[in-house]
């Protein structure tokens, strides 16, 4: 609404976040969750009702510190939620666990090929029909009488009872999407699950207004409206987007987080060679919020990144601690230390490798730099996986760490590299959906290249990684 304060709900893996933006995309709040799992009989569910309690108490505050007129929902797009009624049909599933074994093959066995879906076949719980076609198996009633939504359009049907799909939600990576023919899967209409997706909506759309409950549980304005919202990832893109150096040119944007997702925006459409995407390295096809297909390809970095120097991952780009990094760059690459891929197996360009370090320092900030250069190195395989081109633009978690952005920029000397130095760029994305001329709250800052020749580096370990790849 025009003139009124907007809040987005971003309702990620790793963390839950609330911010409360002001007309002129001015943050006036940020609060965020860190998100647990909660056991269940049959499985490990994702946190529904501990988030819904955390919103409920964040946006009684946000009631008092602005005149809120719209609310936009973003979330991860590995999770979905089966309503009936006015409630949930089952805990939604932690896409972490692992199906048995006798699901899996049976559920591989139905999935749609790539090239109709541009989903790979993933680990766990990452494709959403692979959670569907768990929880039916252990509840056949789930199957009558419930509706499908994604995690974003969970929280917008829960705050305004308006239950909604959407296409940038539905087209990552779920194997119930044809992004091509912009219609349901073949696996989807085969077990009924089309019928059952929430109707399709636009992400910017109104779905209505938050519920009585919802105004009495928090005190904003019976008249906030309630928008579809969208895949986070694609929130991302559609910040990059608001920036002249990226807009509509031929440019990829790798956000950074629990996953680091490059998501590529080719010029014009005869640029775009899906034959050359490898669904066994992690590539996939995205839909953006118009429908436009995005090759894409991730990994688990801030996973990755976490398993190696311990939770505290803003070690890695914290900016008191970027000289020392820094400093020590020169060591690392004298005494070659390195990781090779990968510490999140059966994902990134490298799924079969088994990580381990060769030379691994003592000194704790050879170890960061180590692993920095090691984040750069997986993300440049990432990026010739999609054919990446022109410019790139890193946002998210970790565009702040310099030897990860600046070894980039070495190992990439044909791409203009960017760094988005705000730290909310989904939620500016969410925004821009709302009001597509909101300028960005700050510039883009053109990385520099390391000054060192990182190729023999970049060379010996790709070796070791396409060695251990093969003999796994």
């Known amino acids: 609404m025009k003139g009124r304060a907007t809040i987005v709900l971003d309702s990620g893996k790793t963390l839950a976040k609330l911010s409360l933006w002001s007309a002129d995309g001015a943050m006036i709040e940020r609060r965020v969750r860190a998100n647990t799992r909660v056991e269940t009989n049959a499985y490990v569910a994702l946190d529904a009702a501990g988030i819904e309690a955390w919103v409920a108490e964040v946006l009684r505050d946000f009631a008092k510190l602005a005149d809120v007129g719209a609310i936009i929902t973003v979330g991860h797009g590995a999770a979905a939620a089966i309503i009936r009624g006015d409630r949930l049909a089952c805990p939604p599933v932690d896409y972490e666990v692992a199906m048995p074994a006798n699901l899996r093959a049976r559920y591989e066995a139905e999935r749609d090929a790539f090239s109709d879906t541009g989903s790979p076949c993933l680990p766990d719980g990452l494709n959403l029909g692979a959670q569907i076609f768990r929880l039916e198996a252990l509840d056949p009633d789930l199957a009558h009488s419930t509706q499908i939504l994604p995690w974003a359009q969970y929280w917008s049907w829960l705050l305004c009872g308006v239950a909604a799909s959407e296409v940038t939600s539905l087209g990552c990576h779920t194997d119930l999407w044809n992004p091509l023919a912009g219609k349901p899967s073949a696996l989807a209409e085969r077990h009924g699950w089309a019928a059952r997706l929430a109707p399709l909506r636009g992400a910017g759309e109104v779905l209505g207004t938050l519920t009585p409950a919802w105004v009495r549980r928090t005190g904003l304005p019976a008249d906030t409206e309630v928008h579809c919202g969208f895949h986070d990832s694609n929130a991302a893109l559609l910040a990059a987007r608001g920036f002249a150096e990226i807009a509509d040119e031929e440019s990829t944007v790798l956000s950074t987080g629990t996953w680091f997702v490059a998501m590529r925006s080719p010029k014009d459409a005869a640029s775009m060679d899906r034959s050359h995407l490898d669904e066994g390295r992690d590539c996939l096809i995205n839909v953006d919020a118009f429908g436009k297909p995005i090759p894409s390809a991730r990994f688990m970095g801030g996973r990755e990144i976490e398993t190696l120097i311990g939770l505290d991952t803003r070690q890695i780009d914290i900016a008191a601690d970027q000289p020392a990094l820094l400093a020590a760059l020169p060591d690392v690459l004298a005494s ?4 090779l891929p990968t510490f999140a197996p059966g994902f990134g360009p490298f799924p079969r490798g088994h990580g381990r370090w060769i030379a691994r ?25 999609i054919g990446t081109q022109e410019r790139l633009l890193i946002e998210g978690r970790f565009a702040e760490g310099q030897v990860f952005v600046r070894a980039l920029a070495a190992l990439r000397p044909d791409l203009r590299v960017y760094v988005g130095k705000a730290h909310n760029d989904v939620s500016y994305g969410a925004l821009r959906l709302l009001n597509a001329a909101l300028p960005p709250a700050e510039p883009l800052e053109l990385a520099a290249p390391l000054d060192v020749d990182l190729a023999p580096y970049r060379d010996r370990w790709r070796r070791e990684a396409e060695r251990v790849e093969e003999a796994a």
């Open 336 to 339: 070659g230390a390195m990781v």
């Open 361 to 385: 320092p003592d000194n704790p900030a050879a170890r960061r730099a180590a692993v920095s250069l090691y984040a750069a190195l997986v993300t440049d395989a990432s990026l010739s996986l």
